[in-house]
C-alpha cells in the first residue's frame, strides 16, 4: 500500500538553529500538508500545498516557516529559527482529492526536540 | 468555541465488547468525516470517512454521522486487543484544500 515517508524520524537541534523536515507524499496524490502534534494535545493544521502554492495556513504557520516542493516529489517544511515550542511530533499528509476520495494518507511523522 | 469536542477517556474494555467513540462538533459545513487511529508516537492512520450523514460499515468498524445533531460516532465490534490505539475523530468543510479539524482522540485499552 502506498505510504507518506517522512525524514528523519528524529530531530534535535538547539533553539535559533534552521531545521528541514522532509517528506515524499504519495506519488499521484495532489494536495499535501503539514500538521503538528504537541505532545498530549490535538493535531494541529498548518498549512496545505497544491499546484505549487500554499492555498490555507494556520496562524500557527508563521513567517518563521516556509514550505517548498523542490523537485516534484519532495516536500518540505522548513523552521528558519527554531524555539522551544516548536517541539512537536510534525506530519505530513497527502490526498488526491478528487471526487469520492476525501482520505488524508499521514505520514510517521518527525519528532523535532528543540534545546 | 471549540470546533471539535471528543472524550478522552481513557477507556477500557474487555476483548469482545463494543466499543462506542463519540464526537460532537460546532461547524456546520463540516461534510466530510473521518476517524483514524494512532498508535504512539506514530501517526495518525485513516480507519473510515464518510461523506454527510448516515452509516458507513466497514468489518468491524461502523462510523455513523447525524449532522442534525452535529454528532458522529464509531463502533468497533468484537474488540481485540490489537485494537488499544488512539482513536481521533476529525472533519472537514471540502477534500482537497481545506484543513482538517481534529478531535484531541479518546485513548482506547482493549484488556484481554
Known amino acids: 500500500e502506498p505510504e507518506v515517508t517522512q525524514t528523519p524520524s528524529h530531530q534535535v537541534t538547539q533553539m535559533g538553529q534552521e531545521v528541514i523536515l522532509r517528506c515524499v507524499p504519495i506519488s499521484n496524490h495532489l494536495y499535501f500538508y503539514w500538521y503538528r502534534q504537541i505532545l498530549g494535545q490535538k493535531v494541529e493544521f498548518l498549512v496545505s500545498f497544491y499546484n505549487n502554492e500554499i492555498s490555507e495556513k494556520s496562524e500557527i504557520f508563521d513567517d518563521q516557516f516556509s514550505v517548498e516542493r523542490p523537485d516534484g516529489s519532495n516536500f518540505t517544511l522548513k523552521i528558519r529559527s527554531t524555539k522551544l515550542e516548536d517541539s512537536a511530533m510534525y506530519f505530513c499528509a497527502s490526498t488526491s482529492g478528487g471526487q469520492g476520495n476525501y482520505g488524508y494518507t499521514f505520514g510517521s511523522g518527525t519528532r523535532l526536540t528543540v534545546v | ?112
Open chain 2, 1 to 112: 468555541q471549540k470546533e471539535v469536542e471528543q472524550d478522552p477517556g481513557p477507556l477500557s474494555v474487555p476483548e469482545g465488547a463494543i466499543v462506542s467513540l463519540n464526537c460532537t462538533y460546532s461547524n456546520s459545513a463540516f461534510q466530510y468525516f473521518m476517524w483514524y487511529r494512532q498508535y504512539s508516537r506514530k501517526g495518525p492512520e485513516l480507519l473510515m470517512y464518510t461523506y454527510s450523514s448516515g452509516n458507513k460499515e466497514d468489518g468491524r468498524f461502523t462510523a455513523q454521522v447525524d449532522k442534525s445533531s452535529k454528532y458522529i460516532s464509531l463502533f468497533i465490534r468484537d474488540s481485540q486487543p490489537s485494537d488499544s490505539a488512539t482513536y481521533l475523530c476529525a472533519m472537514s468543510a471540502q477534500t482537497g484544500a481545506n484543513n482538517l479539524f481534529f478531535g484531541t482522540g479518546t485513548r482506547l485499552t482493549v484488556i484481554p
